[in-house]
């Protein structure tokens, strides 16, 4: 019987992992060769809920502040943290206008504050 992939993340602790022997059951075929997982399935099991979660709300901040119950700040930090570890683009790429004015209508910053965000 087939275990979940997430037993191995758990069970690596982080450390590297390769896969010797894939197998397709319905084609009996078996490979054997040295395979590295895909880099999300090399996140921690925290993450990658927290990945799939995202892609779940469309990418929607606003959606992830209310599935995680934490602010925009958080959410952007855990997501350039996730960005590091996967590298796939720029990690603090600038912000929005409409993070911004999130941020803004929240009272996470000021109005002065948001002004000099827009400018850039």
């Given at each position: 019987?087939?275990r979940?992939?997430?037993?191995?993340?758990?069970?690596?602790?982080?450390?590297?992992l390769?896969?010797?022997e894939v197998?397709?059951p319905?084609l009996?075929?078996t490979?054997?060769?040295?395979?590295e997982?895909?880099r999300?399935?090399?996140?921690?099991p925290?993450?990658?809920?927290?990945?799939q979660s995202?892609?779940?709300v469309?990418?929607?901040?606003?959606?992830?502040?209310?599935?995680?119950?934490v602010?925009?700040?958080?959410?952007?930090?855990r997501?350039?943290?996730?960005n590091?570890q996967l590298?796939i683009?720029?990690?603090?790429?600038?912000?929005s206008r409409?993070?911004i004015?999130?941020l803004?209508d929240k009272?996470?910053?000021t109005?002065a504050?948001?002004?000099?965000?827009?400018?850039?």
């Amino acid at each position: 019987m087939a275990r979940d992939w997430s037993e191995l993340t758990k069970l690596t602790q982080g450390n590297t992992l390769v896969i010797k022997e894939v197998e397709v059951p319905d084609l009996g075929i078996t490979i054997k060769g040295e395979f590295e997982l895909p880099r999300l399935a090399e996140l921690n099991p925290d993450d990658q809920v927290f990945v799939q979660s995202f892609l779940k709300v469309g990418g929607s901040i606003k959606e992830m502040e209310q599935v995680f119950g934490v602010s925009y700040p958080t959410i952007k930090n855990r997501l350039s943290r996730i960005n590091e570890q996967l590298g796939i683009v720029e990690v603090n790429p600038p912000e929005s206008r409409q993070d911004i004015l999130a941020l803004l209508d929240k009272g996470e910053i000021t109005s002065a504050e948001a002004l000099e965000r827009l400018k850039k």
